[in-house]
């Protein structure tokens, strides 16, 4: 045993949360390793004994209650390894060749259920995934009561540990495609995770792609709606949000709590939501490209207001808009970097001085500031954080081609977009499908 307490010092060095404590269990002398920062020790102490506690015991008896809570152990690393995993170890004294490994009682270091903090329900559950994974699981299997909810771990990683769960629905999807995932998954075991660009280089999907092809959600409700449709899920730990794949189009439009609305307001919604992806693309394209290549396209009347809000503005169209969305952008980012408590308002009093300040000093035009606001709002609609990103993105390439060639340039731009998101794929599944089947990847 003396062996065992050297091993653990030195391989534990500079570790004094770590514990190792002897204790008696009905005339079984056992020592008890862990980590006091991950274990509740006196619960789960008390916990074993519950279990093991019978009248007339023998010490065979309690040797075996004891192996039959726990996992038998056999090498040294092994043991180490379960340690930083949270794991209580238990030595018994006389039986140098094995140890127990035993699911502690926790202490609470994650944050409970809560209400979803990035994406709102209007009509629809309340609560949304944390960074356990084990309860993203049980959320998932509160949502889908079926024996057809298969449930796939994996870990990652040598020095930083981490697992993945893989959930997917065994009649609809695909199982060449689950294959594959928990394929490249069990490859890549010896590769550190520590964010979702991590992943996707496991997965063998591009890094470079401006369209996220892991679609990310908070909601149970939505990820469970995508495992019947046939996709795949992931949970990672403490990332508290579940991954999907495959990621399509239709992800920046529709979501599954439409679908607590009646058909015309769903409907009306969903447009929305389009209408407000093609004016985030367009809108800041067409001012430059009215302005300043095609104003022969307006009519007179219109025609003369617009030159009347630029008149004094010493910047061409295209410098003008670029500057804006640029001080927007950096508002944006503002809103989401400041405190919760002072963001809001630091933004939206800043926006509006800026915004007054620099029409007033005849910089940029009327015209301009409205267009703006228009694109924000136009932005938001959208689903998901990296979709609207990525749409933000794209709405400076038609730009430039507006700039250069007028309204002829908004339709090349346009072109160039369709034809990049028409080039994604995952697991071979088209980015422009819209309605996702287990048949896709042999259709093509």
């Not at 990310?216 to 409700?221: R, S």
């Not at 495959?246 to 709590?257: T, V």
């Not at 800041?284 to 630029?310: D, F, K």
Request: with cysteine.
């Amino acid at each position: 045993m003396k062996s065992i307490f050297l091993y653990f010092k030195d391989s534990l060095t500079y570790n004094d949360d770590l514990f190792m404590t002897e204790h008696i269990y009905d005339d079984v002398h056992v020592v008890l390793f862990g980590l006091k920062s991950l274990i509740d020790l006196p619960k789960t102490n008390q916990a074993i004994q519950n279990q093991i506690q019978a009248p007339n015991e023998s010490k065979e008896s309690v040797v075996q209650h004891l192996q039959d809570i726990g996992d038998k152990i056999t090498t040294k690393e092994q043991a180490l390894s379960a340690i930083f995993n949270g794991k209580l170890l238990i030595y018994i004294t006389g039986n140098p060749s094995y140890f127990i490994s035993v699911i502690p009682i926790n202490k609470e270091l994650q944050r409970s259920i809560e209400a979803p903090t990035n994406e709102s329900v209007l009509q629809g559950s309340q609560y949304s995934f944390n960074e356990d994974r084990n309860i993203n699981v049980g959320l998932l299997r509160k949502e889908i009561v079926s024996e057809k909810l298969k449930v796939k771990d994996v870990t990652i990683g040598q020095d930083n540990t981490r697992n993945i769960s893989v959930l997917y629905y065994e009649s609809k999807a695909d199982q060449q495609m689950i294959d594959k995932v928990i394929q490249l998954l069990e490859k890549n075991k010896s590769k550190e995770l520590h964010h979702i660009q991590d992943l996707t280089k496991m997965l063998g999907l591009s890094g470079w792609n401006v369209v996220s092809q892991l679609y990310t959600t908070e909601l149970p409700q939505e990820a469970s709606t995508a495992i019947f449709k046939g996709k795949i899920v992931l949970f990672v730990d403490r990332f508290p949000f579940a991954l999907i794949l495959p990621s399509m189009i239709g992800d920046m439009f529709m979501l599954e709590n439409d679908r607590n609305f009646t058909y015309p307001l769903m409907i009306s919604i969903r447009s929305l939501r389009i209408f407000g992806f093609l004016m985030t693309l367009i809108l800041p394209s067409l001012y430059v490209a009215l302005v300043s290549v095609n104003p022969e396209v307006l009519r007179i009347e219109l025609a003369l207001s617009v030159a009347q809000s630029r008149e004094g503005v010493p910047y061409p169209a295209f410098v003008e808009i670029i500057i804006m969305l640029l001080i927007l952008e950096l508002i944006l980012e503002a809103s989401v970097r400041l405190p919760k408590s002072v963001g809001p308002t630091i933004t939206m009093v800043g926006g509006i001085i800026l915004g007054q300040a620099v029409v007033e000093a005849k910089l940029v035009s009327n015209l301009l500031i409205i267009i703006l606001a228009a694109v924000t709002i136009a932005n938001s609609t959208i689903v998901g954080v990296q979709n609207s990103t990525s749409i933000r993105l794209f709405k400076y390439i038609i730009l430039i081609f507006s700039a250069s060639f007028g309204v002829l340039g908004i339709l090349v731009g346009l072109f160039f977009v369709c034809a990049y998101l028409s080039s994604i794929n995952t697991f071979g599944v088209p980015y422009l499908n819209v309605k996702f089947s287990k048949d896709d990847l042999n259709n093509g």
